[in-house]
């Protein structure tokens, strides 16, 4: 990923650093996709609220953190997939993200997630892909 991490972002023409806790969606999301490209669905599940709502584009809604975690499992599996290229952007509270980034899963794809934050877990996560 290309972003040093979590802890700053560049906050527009001021190009200024800001702290991000790591409870917000920003950070959340950053840390989600780290956990996908290490295949960790146990640590995806930690980071996902017990309902989350989980939309893989081109599939049925599946809620919650263990629907979640198998499903990431299985992509892991069927795909070795790999994430870089990350652009991670928020709204003005950090309840919610969108994170652009290329998606490797034989071939490079350009792929997109958005991610509601609630409580200090992810609430809803959206993943598409270009094929």
Do not use: C
Not at 106 to 122: K, V
Request: charged share 25%; net charge negative.
């Amino acid at each position: 990923m290309n972003r040093a991490g979590p802890a700053a972002l560049t906050a527009g023409s001021q190009n200024r650093e800001i702290t991000m806790a790591s409870d917000t969606a920003s950070a959340l999301a950053h840390r989600f996709l780290e956990v996908l490209n290490a295949a960790d669905g146990r640590a995806a599940a930690a980071l996902v609220a017990d309902d989350v709502a989980f939309d893989w584009a081109g599939e049925d809604r599946q809620i919650g953190r263990d629907a979640l975690r198998e499903r990431l499992v299985r992509f892991a599996a069927e795909e070795r997939a790999s994430v870089s290229d990350v652009e991670i952007m928020a709204n003005a509270s950090d309840t919610r993200a969108a994170a652009e980034f290329t998606l490797r899963a034989g071939e490079a794809a350009s792929a997109a997630a958005f991610f509601e934050a609630d409580g200090g877990r992810i609430s809803r996560v959206t993943l598409y892909r270009g094929r």
